[in-house]
C-alpha cells in the first residue's frame, strides 16, 4: 500500500501539480474559545498523523526491549552503534557532496534515517523466507536512528522555540512517565490526554510534535500475560456467571483488559491504521515530484540528489555493516550481530530506504527545485536500495548449505527462554533422544487448544526424523475441572510404561476426562487397573505435574498450549506451517553449530 500510494502521488502531481498542491495546501483549524491550532492538511499528515506511526514504533522498540534480543542488555550495545555508525557515514557522504554549497548542506539530515515500515516491507518482498531475527536486528537499529533523527528535527530543524510551551511539554510527559513508573496507572484515556496535550505544547512549541508519540511508545511495557491475572479474569467471568449485573460485567471486561499489557493492546489498536492508512497517505501528501527531463538532468548532476543518493545506497550499508564488524573486532567477538555477516550487510542496504523522516526533514530543510531534487534522490535511493539487497540475498542464497546457513543465521548464541532444561531422566520424550531439534510443549489435556495442536505435532514427528518431542504439563485448573486428575492419570500411567499411549488417548477424548473415563481408558491399553486406581487416588503423580507447573511459571507460561523450540519460546501460531518454519529455522542454527 505504501508502494500504491507513492505511484499514486507521482501520477497526481505530473497529472495536475496545481491540484495536487492545491488539495494538500488546505488549511484546517481548530478552534476552542480563543486558542486554536491551524496548519495545511500537508502539515495535519506529517505532524499530526504521523504521531501514530512514530508511537507504533515506540511500542515496537518497547516490546524488544522488554521481550526480545534487547532483554539482555549486553545486546543493546551492537544495535545502538550500528544505528549511530549507520547515520554518521551517510552524513558525512552528503556533506562530502555538498561542500561549499550552504543552500544545501544545511538539509544533512535527509540523509540519516531509514524508515522503518517501508524498510522491512521491502525486506519481505526482496529477502524472502528470511528468519525473524533478521527483521528484527534491522528494527532494533533502525529505531536508533528514528530517536536520533527526532532529536536533529527538534534541535536542527526548529526554528523561534517557545521555551515555555517546550518545559510544559516536557512536564506532560514527566507526568506520564511518573504514573508509569511509580503509580502504575493502567487507564489509558489518562495518557492519551496527556499525550494530547504533549502534543499540542509542543506544537505551540514550535519543536515537530511527532516526537511525543515515540516517546510514549517507549513508556508502553510489554509482558506476558501473568497467571494471577489470568485467574483474576476468570473468577470474575463466574462472578458474572452467577449474576450478570451491568457492574460485573463492567469488571469481568476491565479484568480481562488489564490482563494483556499496554504495549500489546496498544499495538493492536494502532498497527492497523498506520500500516494502512496513515503511512500510505502520507506518502501520498509527500512523495509528489514533478518528473521533466530538466528536473532529471538537473537532480542527478546537482550534489544535493547525488548526497543523498550515494549517502543512503553506499553509507549505510558501510556504516551499519562496519560498525558492526569493528565492534565485533574490538570485543573479540564477544559482542556480535545475532545473524550471519550477509544478513547484517541486507540489512544495512535495505536500511537505505530512508522514506518518511527523511521527507520529514526535506520538507522543513528545502523548498521548490531544491525539494524536488531532495525527493528525487529518496526515491532513488530507496529504489537502488531494494535492488541491491535483492542482489545480496540472491547471491548468498546460491552459497553451499552450510555456508549459506552460517551467512543468514550467524554463530552469535541465541538467547533462552525455557528456564528449566530439558532432563531426560524425568521429562517425557518422543522422537530420537540426541535429536539436533528440541520441541518442548506446556499442555493441558482438557484444553481445547491443545487438542488442535496434537495433529501437528504428530505430522511433525512423522515428517522430521531429527526432532524429538517433549510435554510437560500446565492444567489450567480455573477452567478446566478435570485437567489435574487427567494429568495425574498420565503420571500413573507412566509409572506402568505407558504415557504416550495414555496421553495421545487422553487427547482425543478431552471432554470425557472424569475418573470413570479414566479407568476404562487403562482397561483399553492393558494397564493393571488396580494399581492404577490406587496411583491415582493417592496422586502419586501430583509432584512431577506440580514440577511442570512450577518450571512454566519460571518460564513466564501462562496459557497453553505454550510451545519451546530449541529453548527459545515460539511466538504465534501453531498450524503445521508455522512450527514447521521454526523447526527448520532451530535445525539450521543446529547444523550450524555442530
Not at 556504516?319 to 574490538?330: E, P, R
Not at 504439563?473 to 504415557?499: I, K
Request: glycine share 10%; aromatic share 8%.
Amino acid at each position: 500500500m505504501l508502494l500504491a500510494a507513492t505511484v499514486a502521488a507521482l501520477i497526481w502531481v505530473n497529472a495536475s501539480e496545481a491540484g495536487y498542491d492545491s488539495f494538500w495546501g488546505t488549511e484546517l483549524s481548530l478552534h476552542l474559545g480563543h486558542t486554536g491550532l491551524a496548519m495545511d492538511l500537508h502539515g495535519w499528515v506529517n505532524s499530526g498523523l504521523m504521531t501514530f506511526f512514530f508511537l507504533v514504533m515506540g511500542l515496537e522498540a518497547r516490546r524488544e526491549w522488554d521481550m526480545g534480543e534487547l532483554r539482555e542488555r549486553s545486546r543493546l550495545a551492537l544495535p545502538v552503534l550500528a544505528g549511530l555508525g549507520g547515520m554518521i557515514v551517510p552524513v558525512g557522504i552528503f556533506l562530502a557532496f555538498n561542500a561549499g554549497h550552504g543552500m544545501t548542506a544545511h538539509g544533512w539530515g535527509t540523509a540519516m534515517s531509514t524508515d522503518s515500515a517501508f524498510a522491512l516491507g521491502m525486506l519481505a518482498l526482496v529477502g524472502r523466507r528470511l528468519p525473524d531475527r533478521v527483521h528484527t536486528y534491522l528494527l532494533t537499529f533502525s529505531v536508533v536512528d528514528d530517536l536520533a533523527a527526532l532529536v536533529v528535527i527538534a534541535v536542527a530543524y526548529t526554528r523561534g522555540v517557545r521555551l515555555d510551551a517546550l518545559l510544559t511539554g516536557i512536564g506532560i510527559l514527566a507526568v506520564a512517565a511518573a504514573l508509569r513508573v511509580a503509580a502504575n496507572v493502567r487507564f489509558g484515556p489518562v495518557y492519551f490526554l496527556l499525550g494530547l496535550a504533549a502534543w499540542v505544547a509542543f506544537f505551540k512549541s514550535g519543536v515537530d510534535p511527532v516526537v511525543v508519540g515515540l516517546l510514549m511508545g517507549l513508556l508502553s511495557y510489554a509482558s506476558l500475560p501473568a497467571r494471577s491475572d489470568l485467574e483474576r479474569a476468570t473468577d470474575l467471568f463466574r462472578m458474572f456467571r452467577e449474576q450478570p449485573t451491568p457492574e460485573l460485567a463492567q469488571e469481568v471486561r476491565e479484568g480481562v483488559r488489564t490482563a494483556i499489557s499496554p504495549n500489546e493492546r496498544l499495538q493492536q489498536l494502532y498497527h492497523p491504521w498506520s500500516s494502512y492508512l496513515i503511512v500510505p497517505l502520507f506518502a501520498l501528501a509527500n512523495a509528489g515530484v514533478a518528473i521533466s527531463t530538466g528536473l532529471l538532468n538537473q537532480a542527478f548532476t546537482a550534489p544535493l540528489t547525488l548526497g543523498i543518493l550515494v549517502g543512503y545506497v553506499v553509507g549505510k550499508p558501510l556504516g551499519t555493516a562496519g560498525t558492526a564488524w569493528l565492534v565485533s573486532k574490538l570485543t573479540r567477538g564477544r559482542v556480535q550481530p545475532p545473524i550471519g555477516w550477509a544478513a547484517v550487510l541486507g540489512a544495512g542496504t535495505i536500511a537505505g530506504i530512508g522514506f518518511t523522516v527523511s521527507l520529514l526533514i526535506a520538507a522543513l530543510a528545502f523548498h521548490g527545485t531544491l525539494l524536488a531534487e531532495a525527493k528525487l534522490g529518496i526515491l532513488s535511493a530507496a529504489l537502488c536500495s531494494s535492488a541491491v539487497t535483492w542482489l545480496v540475498f540472491k547471491a548468498t542464497m546460491r552459497l553451499p548449505k552450510r555456508l549459506k546457513i552460517r551467512a543468514i543465521l550467524g554463530t552469535a548464541e541465541q538467547l533462552t527462554d525455557l528456564a528449566v532444561p530439558v532432563d531426560p531422566e524425568r521429562d517425557h520424550i518422543r522422537g530420537p533422544m540426541k535429536a539436533p531439534v528440541t520441541l518442548v510443549e506446556y499442555g493441558d489435556f482438557e484444553c481445547p487448544y491443545c487438542g488442535l495442536a496434537e495433529p501437528v505435532v504428530r505430522e511433525l514427528l512423522a515428517d522430521t526424523g531429527d526432532l524429538r518431542f517433549v510435554f510437560r504439563h500446565l492444567p489450567l485448573t480455573d477452567v478446566h475441572q478435570h485437567a489435574q486428575l487427567a494429568a495425574e492419570a498420565a503420571e500413573a500411567a507412566d509409572r506402568q510404561g505407558a504415557f504416550w499411549p495414555m496421553h495421545d488417548m487422553l487427547m482425543e477424548h478431552q471432554g470425557a476426562l472424569t475418573k470413570r473415563d479414566l479407568l476404562r481408558y487403562a482397561a483399553e491399553l492393558g494397564l493393571d487397573q488396580a494399581q492404577f486406581a490406587t496411583d491415582v487416588r493417592d496422586h502419586v503423580g501430583a509432584a512431577h505435574v506440580a514440577e511442570d507447573v512450577d518450571s512454566a511459571d519460571l518460564s513466564g507460561v501462562s496459557g497453553t498450549p505454550t510451545f519451546f523450540v530449541n529453548g527459545k519460546r515460539h511466538y504465534g501460531a501453531y498450524d503445521i506451517d508455522a512450527l514447521t518454519e521454526a523447526v527448520r529455522a532451530a535445525r539450521a542454527r543446529a547444523l550450524i553449530a555442530t
